[in-house]
């Protein structure tokens, strides 16, 4: 696996998120192995709670924002960094006993050092477009593999267009046969239940 494809080994997460910035053509459009390897699936849920809400006002680009116990709980062993995935919005309660659909999506787990964030913090855009917020709902997420390293950017032009190259990137990865198949896990059932843990599956 090449280093474009794994999460950096031998980092501080202070050298990871300070990276300088790479043109996004630069970047291969595909990244992961053609299965997902271990530690992937990393499999996650936790509330969707309040952020900096500048997501969608500043970059067109909403974010579900995992409650922080639940990013610190399950995903603290876990390079800091740009990943890709499926997400789920679990259903109000009448609706829990329903199938909910699952979507490709990018998160960034971090500190976003453009905006100088204080704490880590796991965004999560799910690649749909939604008609209402659903704040104190239960994202369910499966990380399947590593995009890229956090960085700082000159511009918000500049993080704009990277993180639209990111979602390209999601799109093209989660194409996979192996990668759509994640999609069926029994984590992503109306009937399982959630405690926000982690784990990989074969």
């Not at 699936?41 to 924002?65: C, D, E, H, M, Y």
């Not at 990013?71 to 109000?92: C, F, H, K, N, S």
């Not at 909910?100 to 050092?113: E, H, I």
Request: aromatic residues 8%.
């Amino acid at each position: 696996m090449s280093s474009a494809d794994s999460a950096p080994t031998g980092q501080t997460e202070t050298e990871t998120q300070t990276q300088t910035q790479t043109q996004p053509q630069q970047r291969p459009r595909i990244v992961g192995p053609p299965e997902p390897q271990p530690p992937y699936p990393i499999l996650v849920s936790g509330a969707v709670v309040k952020g900096f809400g500048r997501g969608g006002k500043q970059l067109g680009i909403p974010t579900a924002n995992l409650a922080e116990d639940a990013v610190e709980r399950t995903l603290r062993d876990i390079p800091i960094g740009v990943y890709l995935g499926w997400a789920q919005i679990a259903g109000e309660p009448q609706q829990q006993q329903q199938q909910q659909p699952v979507w490709p999506m990018v998160m960034s787990l971090g500190w976003n050092p453009y905006f100088q964030n204080e704490r880590r913090s796991g965004e999560v855009h799910v690649i749909h477009n939604f008609d209402e917020d659903f704040y104190g709902r239960t994202l369910n997420v499966a990380i399947l593999a590593y995009i890229r390293p956090e960085r700082n950017y000159d511009s918000l032009d500049a993080l704009i267009a990277d993180i639209h190259f990111d979602i390209d990137v999601a799109h093209r990865s989660l194409a996979r046969e192996a990668y759509q198949r994640v999609k069926e896990l029994d984590f992503f059932s109306a009937e399982i239940s959630k405690d926000g843990s982690s784990s990989s599956s074969d």
